[in-house]
């Protein structure tokens, strides 16, 4: 694959801002590699970072170069820092309207990947999980496709247990959930079953803060009539569990 650390300028964030991308190259000759050849743009997927991470994460703590490849699957990783893919008050930066917004426009200009909704996916783990559901929910137009693995899915009850609270502050600046449209449940409430993406939720049963959350999220999606696929198995929240859920998530994206 051809690996792209892309520095950009962000007219939405108004700085200079980067993510990393993968893009399919099909070869014969790349020993130890498989590689698959597509005709046409290839299908994408947005793969979103965690709290304390950032767009080379994924690439450095997971085989994901070498996952993608095998299925000819380009794989998109931006740079969202420490804002829980929300519009942050002050000079926090409109980090949901970069996500939702322009990334797609920038991607779209730079890269050739498809942009039919049936080639297009979203995943990230822990914050990047809650992003990864509340912008497939939020434009299910655009995404055939959506996982979460140990996701921060159920935010409301994190900020109302204290834990980082500083964090909280500074992502929401006084405003609830409802007024920046950050609460999944009620999102779920709106969706239209029938247009939703797929959903695919996990979660380790040892990541004792998370896994009850995560639990009642899928619940909640399936009792709306949203196609959900669940998997709480053995694991912490930890890169080795999350290497091996997002090779699950890959056999099981719709790949056309």
């Known amino acids: 694959m051809a690996l ?3 520095d950009f300028f962000s007219d939405v964030l108004q ?6 991308v993968l893009l399919p190259q099909a070869s014969e000759e790349q020993i130890g590699a498989e590689t698959t050849a597509r005709s046409g743009p290839p299908p994408v997927l947005y793969l979103l970072h965690g709290l304390s991470d950032d767009d080379s994460a994924w690439l450095r703590f997971t085989s994901i170069e070498r996952y993608a490849s095998a299925l000819g699957l380009a794989v998109v990783m931006p740079q969202v820092h420490r804002s829980f893919y929300t519009d942050m008050p002050h000079q926090g930066g409109r980090y949901w309207a970069f996500l939702s917004e322009e990334l797609p426009q920038v991607v779209g200009d730079f890269f050739k990947v498809s942009d039919r909704r ?8 822990s914050m990047g999980g809650y992003g990864a559901l509340k912008w497939s929910l939020a434009q299910p137009e655009r995404f055939a496709a959506a996982a979460s693995l140990s996701g921060a899915v159920d935010l409301q009850e994190l900020i109302d247990s204290g834990e980082r609270e500083a964090l909280f502050e500074n992502v929401l600046g006084g405003r609830s959930l409802a007024e920046v449209g950050g609460d ?4 779920l409430d709106a969706v239209d079953a029938g247009t939703a ?4 939720v996990a979660c380790g049963t040892e990541d004792v803060r998370l896994v009850e959350g995560n639990r009642r999220l899928a619940s909640y999606a399936a009792d709306r009539g949203l196609d959900v696929t669940t998997s709480f198995t053995a694991g912490e929240h930890e890169w080795g569990y999350w290497d091996a859920r ?4 890959l056999g099981w994206l719709p790949l056309v």
Do not use: N, W
């Open 4 to 6: 792209i650390r892309c």
């Open 15 to 20: 700085l200079g801002t980067s993510m990393t």
């Open 118 to 125: 049936e080639d297009t996916f979203v995943a990230g783990l």
């Open 184 to 187: 999944l449940f009620a999102t």
């Open 197 to 200: 993406p797929r959903l695919y």
């Open 246 to 249: 997002i090779q699950d998530v």
